[in-house]
């Protein structure tokens, strides 16, 4: 989500909204990253002044910042992250997945920048020996109603003009994954995988390169328009009216664009936006397939999702070092920025609970919301859901 705090000129707020498009198709590598090119500003005072400032240094920030100077090279920008260093939560945290486009609704944007985005994202990649990898990704039905909305999803895609989308037979299905049974499957070639960290670290170095400043451990608390200067009746006003303030720090800036994923509500609210909508946060567990079982999966495999869920279902996700993920399922994080069962803050998990938009979410899907939470706790569960796929999979094979 970008907020933009003050209005940016009609020309500079397309250009970021065409930025969203970041957002699917990411991309990926830079393994040595010049850190000395960021500064640190947890204990300085700090007092620059820029003319556009990205909050957030995940991949939306990253790439909202980079393509801004490209396009505006005369700009003096700057990216504000409260971490010790980029992509550190969900753009860190994510299954790698370049998706090709195949589930959004068509015509929305989303699916028309999802389509776009794996192509710029291969794209940018082999400009910047990123290494990726297009090992395909298989949606595999394994009964009548499935195979029905196998059926739906197709045609999804192809209106969503996903390349070479093919709705392939049991006999193909084995073709492609020799370990994996389905009655029907839908075979998208060109869906891939990559490290998204990478990507943004890669974003960050050609923003850098720029002339652009990244500021790390830099937590922003606060936004403040200052009072328009003398000059305001002159007509030309302030040059930069807004004053971000971190916890040691503050810089000003004319402008404020705000990406903050998971506090992009609290970001929103700071800068003078509506309480509502609030963030939910929901965390996605992964299983790790046993190294010597790894030669089983050779791409994405996916179940065929159930309409009535927000989730894909558990999957099978390659990664780029060569280990296998099963997952994520979604249970209710006990805090925003907490990656396990014990990560836990009282306060942010009242404000979840008390949220009406929650309740209606949790009636709605209770039977769902409590199943997810079990089948975290056993494995075996878990299992079940992977055996309708690949029976060779045991409990011994899998580990948190
Ligand atoms: C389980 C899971 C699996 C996913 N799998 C995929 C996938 O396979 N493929 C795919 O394309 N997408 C996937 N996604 C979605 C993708 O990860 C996100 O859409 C993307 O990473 C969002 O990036 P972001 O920059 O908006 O947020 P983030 O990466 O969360 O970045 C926000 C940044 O803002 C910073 N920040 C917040 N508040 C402040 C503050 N006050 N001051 C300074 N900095 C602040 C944070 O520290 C953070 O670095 C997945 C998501 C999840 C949760």
């Given at each position: 989500m970008v907020h933009v705090v003050r209005s940016l000129s009609c020309r500079l707020q397309s250009c970021c909204d065409t930025l969203l498009k970041y957002n699917y198709y990411k991309k990926s590598t830079v393994s040595s990253y010049l850190y000395s090119n960021f500064s640190s500003s947890s204990t300085e005072i700090l007092s620059e002044k820029y003319d556009v400032v990205v909050v957030g240094g995940g991949i939306v920030g990253m790439a909202t910042a980079r393509e801004i100077l490209l396009r505006y090279p005369h700009l003096k920008m700057a990216v504000l992250e409260k971490e010790k260093e980029l992509a550190c939560h969900q753009t860190g945290h994510n299954s790698g997945v370049i998706h090709a486009g195949i589930y959004y609704k068509p015509g929305t944007l989303k699916a028309k920048l999802c389509v776009e985005g794996l192509n710029l994202a291969y794209k940018y990649c082999d400009e910047h020996n990123i290494p990726y990898k297009k090992c395909g990704k298989l949606i595999v039905a394994t009964n009548p109603v499935e195979e029905k909305r196998l059926d739906d999803l197709y045609e999804r895609g192809k209106k969503n003009n996903v390349k070479d989308l093919e709705m392939i037979s049991a006999k193909r299905i084995k073709e492609i994954e020799p370990m994996c049974q389905g009655t029907r499957g839908l075979w998208s070639p060109h869906t891939g995988i990559v490290d998204w960290a990478e990507v943004t670290r890669s974003y960050g170095k050609d923003f850098t390169e720029k002339g652009g400043r990244i500021h790390l451990n830099f937590r922003v608390i606060s936004f403040k328009e200052t009072a328009e200067s003398s000059s305001a009746s002159k007509g030309d006003g302030n040059k930069y009216p807004v004053s971000v303030r971190g916890e040691n720090s503050a810089v000003k800036a004319s402008y404020v664009l705000t990406?903050?994923?998971?506090q992009s509500d609290e970001l929103a609210q700071m800068s003078g936006?509506?309480?509502?909508?609030?963030i939910v946060p929901f965390r996605g567990e992964y299983l790790l397939l046993n190294p010597k079982k790894q030669h089983m999966i050779k791409g994405n495999i996916y179940p065929v999702p159930d309409p009535r869920f927000p989730f894909l279902g558990v999957h099978f996700t390659p990664r780029m070092d060569g280990s296998i993920w099963i997952g994520p399922n979604a249970v209710l994080a006990l805090k925003r920025e907490g990656y396990g069962w014990c990560d836990v803050d009282v306060k942010e998990l009242m404000d979840t609970l008390s949220y009406r938009g929650f309740q209606k979410m949790a009636l709605k899907n209770s039977v769902f919301g409590i199943s997810e939470m079990i089948k975290s706790a056993f494995i075996t569960l878990q299992l079940r859901e992977i055996n309708k796929f690949i029976k060779e999979i045991t409990a011994d094979d899998l580990s948190r």
């Open positions: 990406c903050g994923g998971l936006g509506k309480i509502n909508p609030k």
